[in-house]
């Protein structure tokens, strides 16, 4: 995009769908997401103009990055409860129990009764925690 260098309506437009983008995918799948967060970035950064360097450009944008992730990290490690409250093996079986009992009514064709709702919701919430 930094090589195209759009001008006007095609730099409007390019924005548009670079913005659209990051706010479809932001909430199911960040890590793609960030890909269209940082092409809107450079674009806008650029101001519709050419870059005089390309590569000068860019890694300044991963300088800014690693400094960024840098100071992330060092909040989480001061701000951070020293032990996890549920290590990892337990959450991963507590999601696997989940998933058996909501087979259970996957196999039987039950998707509506109280309970498969509420096998579904109890899988949702040890995926996501």
């Not at 960024?68 to 409860?81: E, K, N, S, W």
Request: charged share 10%; with cysteine; hydrophobic share 60%.
């Amino acid at each position: 995009m930094l090589w195209v260098a759009p001008q006007g309506l095609w730099l409007a437009l390019m924005l548009a769908a670079l913005q659209f983008l990051t706010c479809m995918l932001v909430v199911g799948n960040y890590a793609l997401a960030v890909i269209f967060i940082t092409a809107l970035a450079i674009t806008m950064a650029s101001g519709g103009h050419a870059a005089e360097s390309i590569a000068e450009l860019l890694w300044a944008r991963a300088i800014d990055t690693i400094i960024g992730c840098t100071i992330g990290i060092g909040v989480l490690l001061v701000t951070a409860p020293r032990a996890v409250a549920v290590p990892i093996p337990q959450e991963l079986a507590a999601a696997l129990d989940a998933a058996q009992e909501l087979l259970k009514f996957a196999a039987a064709g039950d998707a509506v009764s109280p309970g498969a709702k509420r096998s579904r919701r109890n899988l949702q919430l040890s995926v996501v925690r």
